[in-house]
């Protein structure tokens, strides 16, 4: 069960698939304007990280090795359909204002990283654990930088105006694409400087 | 004119980089020196303008309906325009690499090992997946548009890995070494293409 805990704990910090491996950045900005934006996508991304992880897993001994991408890419795109379909469903506004970047959930490289590196050697359990903790790192950075964004960009936090009470003037730069980046590079700064070993040379 | 307009707006304004964080991962990953980020830039050119066209029929003749469809006005399929549109891709990417690797190899040696990775660029699908919500009016603009998005995409990772390049010899707090200042450098870069924003054409 050690291991277990292992698999769990390491994607969320010392391995983040984010600010470590970089995997996963290209469907991930776009959706940090606000924080119900970003904590939907996070939601998705670790339901299909998790699930196609274990169908991969479950059918690891009769992929054959040649034609495994096209396999893997048809197991991770039912995933993302049927996700798409619930969100179409039941939270209609927010999955028009996803647009593309639930559909690209297929081609974010965390889904295909952990097929590829983990769930094709290991048995279902284990390749949903890494499936969720994986899905849950990602998540979590998304949190962060959409925390920040809708902060300072809005003055609000999930909708509610926080720092007008205050007279903060929102500042317009924060809603931009090109902060999202930013932010990242000081996430990973702050990330770096308390773990010296992640540094490069 | 409008060919030339959606041209131009679908390298500056519309950049696939800098306004919606598409093929992320690649561009990060493949941007240490101008060669390699050439070759790259080349590949999604071409797969681009090859499927999105592609994709345009098979959204308009096959999963919409409408008087186009072949399946008769009733049949929506629209749910599966994801998993279509990543077929075509993966399928077209094997194809080509298995093209040039008999016809041309000399292009082989120079494109082939980005041309399997290209399968899983965000831009590629994202391109398929915009040009889904656009509705153009002919394949014409479909292919234009790829056109436009593929130059874009190209212009932003040479552009990058000529900074990259010099960046290498100037002296960068460690935390932020590597991915961080990568990171910080594509959001000025971004900041910079803002500058294109206002144009409407």
């Known amino acids: ?201 | 004119m409008e060919y030339l307009s959606l041209f131009v707006k679908s390298i500056f304004v519309d950049n696939m980089i800098f306004a919606y964080f598409l093929g992320m991962c690649s561009y990060l990953a493949v941007s240490k020196n101008v060669k390699t980020a050439n070759g790259l830039g080349m590949a999604v050119i071409f797969v681009l303008v090859c499927t999105l066209p592609l994709n345009y029929l098979l959204n308009k003749y096959i999963l919409t309906p409408g008087e186009n469809c072949i399946f008769g006005p009733n049949v929506d399929l629209s749910f599966l325009s994801f998993i279509l549109f990543i077929a075509v891709i993966a399928a077209f990417t094997q194809l080509v690499e298995m093209i040039v690797e008999k016809f041309l190899p000399a292009l082989y040696s120079s494109l082939g090992i980005f041309l399997p990775l290209i399968a899983v660029n965000c831009a590629i699908l994202g391109g398929s997946l915009f040009m889904q919500q656009k509705d153009f009016a002919n394949v014409g603009e479909s292919a234009v548009y790829a056109l436009g998005s593929g130059l874009g995409w190209y212009l932003a990772i040479v552009a990058l890995a000529a900074i990259r390049e010099k960046l290498s010899y100037s002296n960068v707090p460690a935390p932020l070494k590597g991915i961080g200042i990568t990171f910080i450098t594509v959001g000025l870069m971004g900041i910079a293409f803002m500058a294109f924003m206002g144009i409407s054409l």
């Not at chain 1, 998540?139 to 300072?152: D, K, N, P, S």
Request: glycine residues 8%; charged residues 10%.
């Open chain 1, 1 to 201: 069960m050690a291991n277990l805990k292992e698999t769990f704990l390491t994607p969320i910090f010392k391995g983040n698939p984010i600010t470590v491996l970089v995997l996963g950045i290209c469907s991930s900005l776009a959706v940090t304007v606000e924080l119900k934006g970003a904590f939907v996508m996070a939601l998705s991304v670790i339901a299909v990280t998790g699930l196609s992880s274990l169908v991969v897993s479950i059918l690891r001994n009769t992929i054959p090795n040649r034609v495994r991408i096209i396999v893997q890419l048809v197991v991770v795109a039912m995933m993302v359909i049927l996700v798409d379909q619930f969100l179409k469903a039941f939270a209609y506004g927010i999955d028009k204002q996803l647009s593309v970047y639930i559909g690209l959930i297929i081609t974010n490289c965390i889904v295909m990283g952990r097929i590829e590196a983990f769930a094709l050697g290991n048995k279902p359990l284990a390749s949903l654990v890494d499936g969720l903790a994986n899905g849950l790192g990602y998540g979590m950075i998304l949190i962060i930088v959409a925390f920040f964004r809708e902060l300072f960009g809005s003055g609000t936090l999930f909708g509610f105006p926080v720092l007008k009470a205050i007279g903060y003037t929102n500042n317009g730069l924060m809603i931009l694409p090109p902060m999202a980046l930013i932010l990242l590079g000081c996430v990973i700064w702050v990330q770096r400087s308390i773990q010296k070993d992640l540094q490069e040379k």
